[in-house]
């Protein structure tokens, strides 16, 4: 069946399961590549807008820079779904084409917006492999036990390599930011100014206070989902001695400190520069860095753990105990 341009754009509106089996019988590739990004824009539409850390005026600007990641990531991830799916496709019989199985890869992409949110994550990752394995007994023409064969055999083995890709490269940077070299060495005398206008040199607060500096910007995501815990260990031992301070690498000074204000976020902001950046050798963010009385680097953390509150509880503790 072929139709014309408006005719696709309504079929993958209205009926988008229509729209991927003529694009599968006629191997419209082009038309598979634009499924995918039409997906991968809908599933960053949907995790931006839910996600409460982001103020509205950071809507637009997050969306513009995280579409184009993910829409390469679903592409690169279709590519080696066909590859996979292909080869094991031939091996428990029926042909296919690699255009075949990339539509087949992007259509099962279709449900995978659900994974925008942890709570539906579960109905997209089965919805999507259903799609596939009726996708792949389309594709091959080999019965439905087979393709559910292949698909669980795909499945199995993408999140294998998945999971060691992410392990290794986990393991691989961990031990690779430069900051870490301060640990243990005096911190860097650098002159910050707080939202406020006030001028703060790091050597004034040595012999009187713990300080932890942290480094953030309002369009790192994981800066905003640490910010919040940050604030909580500020509030724990600020009658303790601990000053903490939120400096923001933001072009403009102004949007960390709406920014701030508009979550109600209780930190100390500072403006960031290139002069402090490059002291503390900060290359990713968050970092976050806690200095004892004596001015001493005792910790360096660069991301966000799953424990860092309960971290940065033992590293203050154990700087207090000194």
């Known amino acids: 069946m072929h139709f014309k341009t408006a005719e696709k754009y309504l079929l993958l509106i209205t009926k988008p399961s229509r729209f991927f089996a003529v694009a599968l019988m006629e191997q419209k590739l082009p038309w598979a590549v634009f499924f995918v990004v039409v997906v991968t824009f809908i599933f960053s539409l949907i995790r931006v807008a839910s996600d409460r850390t982001l103020p509205p ?3 637009g600007e997050t969306l513009a820079k995280s579409f184009p990641s993910y829409a390469v990531l679903a592409l690169a991830a279709v590519c080696l779904y066909a590859c996979s799916a292909a080869k094991l496709g031939r091996v428990f019989g029926g042909k296919a084409t690699f255009k075949r199985i990339f539509i ?3 259509y099962s992409c279709a449900p995978l917006v659900f994974l925008a949110s942890p709570y539906t994550a579960p109905i997209g ?13 389309m594709a091959h023409g080999i019965p439905l036990l087979r393709a559910v064969i292949v698909q669980s055999i795909f499945v199995a083995t993408f999140m294998l390599l998945v999971t060691a890709l992410i392990m290794m490269l986990m393991g ?6 430069p900051a870490e070299q301060l640990v243990h060495k ?17 050597s004034s607060l040595k012999g009187k206070s713990v300080v932890l500096l942290d480094f953030w910007a ?5 800066c905003r989902t640490s910010l919040p815990i940050l604030a909580e260990v500020a509030h724990d031992f600020r009658e303790r001695g601990v ?38 050798f ?9 200095i004892d009385k004596n001015g001493i680097v005792q910790a360096v953390h660069v991301g966000v753990s799953p424990h860092e509150k309960e971290q940065l509880h033992a590293d203050l503790e154990r700087c207090l105990a000194q």
């Open 57 to 59: 005026l950071l809507i």
């Open 104 to 106: 087949v890869g992007a």
């Open 125 to 137: 990752v089965i919805w999507g492999c259903c799609l596939a394995v009726i996708g792949l007994r």
């Open 172 to 177: 691989m940077f961990k031990k690779h930011y």
């Open 186 to 202: 005096p911190a860097p005398d650098v002159l910050l100014k707080t939202f406020d206008g006030q001028p703060v040199m790091l």
């Open 218 to 222: 309002t369009w790192c995501g994981p």
């Open 243 to 280: 000053e903490v301070y939120a400096i923001a690498g933001d072009e403009d000074p102004q949007l960390p400190k709406d920014y701030l204000q508009a979550l109600k976020i209780d930190l100390k902001g500072a403006v960031g520069s290139a002069a402090v950046d490059s002291a503390f």
């Open 282 to 290: 900060v290359e990713a963010l968050p970092q976050t860095v806690v």
